[in-house]
């Protein structure tokens, strides 16, 4: 046509070259393309060539990089879904385990603990709102970390390398206390969590009455026969003690107690009649449950946590209650039986018949004079299992401590063991003084479960260790957390109490 001239194409303009092709195919047209196919084929011809090279190793590192990046992304940017997932995975860590899937899993906990922290420490770079913090069991916490900090320096230690392995289950998980209390804002995120708590429970409940009635997967009859010391502890009187999909009987059994507390207070709050009967079923399923791991020390945990409910909330009803529940209990201890289960039970509540409590008592006054000799004890991580790999020829290396406060006072002395009680005393006193300053009845029945599951740990902690082993350490710190949460919350409703 005349008035017009034609501009010419260049050959760069009409043979796209083939990288061009290939971002066309993958990341606009998402694989749906020659391309995009093509390229899939690739890589996993590539994956079948490293796995038939190395086996499933660099399988599962692809997928854990797949999965990662976006994971990493997410915890760090919304604080609910890394509270959720650490939940999660403290308490589904060693079904996991248990699949025989070849990754350093506890490593994995470390990090996510620490980019959760980082979180934090992100977050209040932009707003600093460090009086989200404040509470008088914040302060002792910073005082218990920092003595297990400064723990590296003890003069008895044995060991440093069994210092450095033990504190970061001891203060990185502490400091979940801190994030828990920033992350946790609304009582529709406390409602989600109770409920998830709840549900995971009902998945360790009925996993060992599987355990119990059909039997043990392949990879749990290969983990108890794979050491004579494993039998030892759980084969009792021709019976498998169980521990469901909890790393011992003990974390299993303190875990179904401290569930059931926490049905039991929810009970007593306002709610529809379905949903109480509901959580009562859930009740005696996890009570029933923890039979089955033959652990004596939770089972007087039920009855001391009912002792404190009644001393808090003393009335004609709940008097009532208690001579009813001390009646039922009363019973189940002089019944005759020959369930080794009920058998088991009964002894937990007649101590002068319980060989290992005596064996525990003559160590436990064995240890005494080393005590009272050591203020700061014999360093984290001196008795166990750390003690013996990296200092296998000490004293206390093969001392069994049988108790977590046997274990403060032997590791971080007699001053460790004081901090560690007011520590302790601190917390409950707190939750109580917040239980009855509460004004909002759902918030108050929180409140009343987390003192019951705090005193419940505090209980069990002589006779077992009951704050050493995921998922309970991670749960007691959000249980502490949640008290000054809920009293946060009460306080954001209502207004400030004026007294």
């Known amino acids: 046509m005349k008035g017009y001239t034609q501009i010419p194409i260049s050959a760069t303009n009409e043979k796209q070259s083939f990288w061009k092709k290939l971002y066309n195919g993958i990341i606009l047209q998402k694989f749906n393309s020659v391309y995009g196919v093509l390229s899939l084929v690739l890589v996993a011809a590539f994956i079948a060539l490293l796995t038939r090279q190395y086996g499933l190793t660099p399988g599962f590192m692809i997928i854990a990089l797949s999965v990662g990046i976006p994971v990493l992304y997410a915890v760090l940017t919304f604080p609910q879904f890394g509270t959720v997932l650490l939940l999660l995975m403290a308490y589904l860590l060693f079904l996991i385990m248990s699949l025989g899937i070849p990754f350093p899993l506890g490593t994995l906990m470390d990090a996510l603990q620490g980019l959760l922290i980082l979180s934090v420490l992100i977050r209040l770079k932009k707003n600093p709102d460090w009086k989200i913090f404040k509470s008088p069991i914040s302060g002792i916490i910073l005082v218990w970390i920092c003595y297990n900090l400064m723990e590296v320096a003890n003069p008895s230690a044995e060991s440093r390398l069994a210092w450095v392995y033990t504190v970061r289950s001891v203060a990185v998980v502490m400091l979940m206390y801190f994030v828990f209390m920033y992350n946790i804002r609304t009582v529709t995120f406390i409602r989600f969590i109770l409920k998830m708590w709840l549900l995971l429970s009902v998945v360790g409940a009925l996993w060992a009455y599987k355990q119990e009635f059909i039997g043990f997967s392949a990879n749990e009859e290969a983990y108890l026969h794979s050491d004579p010391n494993i039998a030892a502890l759980l084969f009792l009187a021709g019976h498998w003690r169980k521990f469901s999909i909890f790393s011992d009987p003990v974390a299993f059994s303190y875990n179904m107690v401290v569930s059931s507390l926490l049905c039991f207070a929810l009970i007593t709050g306002k709610r529809k009649l379905w949903k109480k009967i509901v959580l009562g079923f859930l009740m005696a399923l996890f009570l029933s449950a923890m039979i089955f791991s033959g652990t004596r020390g939770a089972f007087v945990l039920p009855p001391a946590a ?194």
């Open 306 to 499: 009912l002792a404190l409910y009644a001393v808090l909330n003393f009335n004609k009803k709940v008097l009532i209650f208690s001579i009813f529940a001390a009646l039922a209990f009363g019973f189940l201890i002089v019944v005759p039986t020959s369930n080794q289960n009920i058998l088991r039970f009964q002894t937990a509540f007649k101590p002068s018949d319980d060989v290992s409590f005596t064996a525990r008592k003559v160590n436990q006054k064995r240890i005494q004079p080393y005590i009272l000799s050591h203020p700061m004890g014999g360093g984290l991580g001196a008795t166990g299992a750390w003690g013996q790999r990296f200092a296998p020829n000490s004293y206390l290396a093969h001392f069994p401590p049988d108790s977590g406060y046997v274990r403060v006072a032997v590791e971080l002395g007699w001053i460790g063991l004081l901090i560690f009680c007011i520590f302790m005393f601190m917390i409950l006193k707190t939750g109580i003084n917040y239980y009855y300053r509460i004004r909002d009845p759902e918030l108050k029945t929180y409140c009343l479960a987390m003192v019951l599951i705090v005193f419940a740990f505090n209980v069990g902690n002589y006779p077992q260790e009951a704050l050493v082993q995921f998922p309970s350490n991670v749960y007691f710190y959000l249980v502490v957390a949640l008290i000054n949460i809920l009293y946060r919350l009460d306080i954001e409703k209502n207004g400030p109490i004026t007294v």
